[in-house]
């Protein structure tokens, strides 16, 4: 189990070279995939618990999540074999009008390292292409970011259209600079998050419940 935690370390570090070499040497050791995905998402959780401290800044989180992106590479194809899915589906994107990503794609890396599988649809995601997604991926989450204060009408549409769809199981959340709780509340969205880590937090509460 040593490798293993050598391998966190490696993740929280981002050390892309020492996380491939280690994930690979633990596939070749047979080490069960279960274990190995359960190291790296350690790993991530130390970085988001960092990022949230502000011990650390996005560039760190990029680094260890880049990392992550590459030992999961390597361990995907085992995973599928064994059976062992992520634990659910989120749909991510930025909405109508707002082509701003940076932290649209920070939370689905976040989401991404916690073992989330993301369908990111980009920038400037009309409600429609939103419920499509969700109702095709089997989505629990969906996820609305925003960086302009004209674009935040856009959230209250896409919130509307996906309870109109009756994706009740669905549970939207919402983040961006100008977005608050109390917005989250007035438009009917069922959590916000102020930063990409607390975004892990979320969907893992909301998918429990």
Partial sequence: MSDLAALTEAIKKGNRAEATKLTKAAIDGNVNPKDILSALVTGMDDVGVRFKANQIFVPEVLIAARAMKESMALLEPLLAKAGIKPAFTAVIGTVQGDLHDIGKNLVAMMWKGANIQVVDLG?????????????????????????????????????????????????????????TQEFATQIGADGYSPDAASAVDLARKLCAA
Avoid: D, R, W
């Fill in 123 to 179: 920038t400037n995601v009309s409600p429609e292409k939103f419920v499509a997604a969700a109702k095709e991926h089997n989505a629990q989450i969906v996820g609305l970011s925003a960086l302009l204060t004209t674009t935040m009408p856009a959230m209250k549409t896409t919130v509307e259209a996906i309870k109109a769809a009756g994706l009740t199981q669905t549970k939207v959340v919402i983040g961006g600079a100008p977005i």
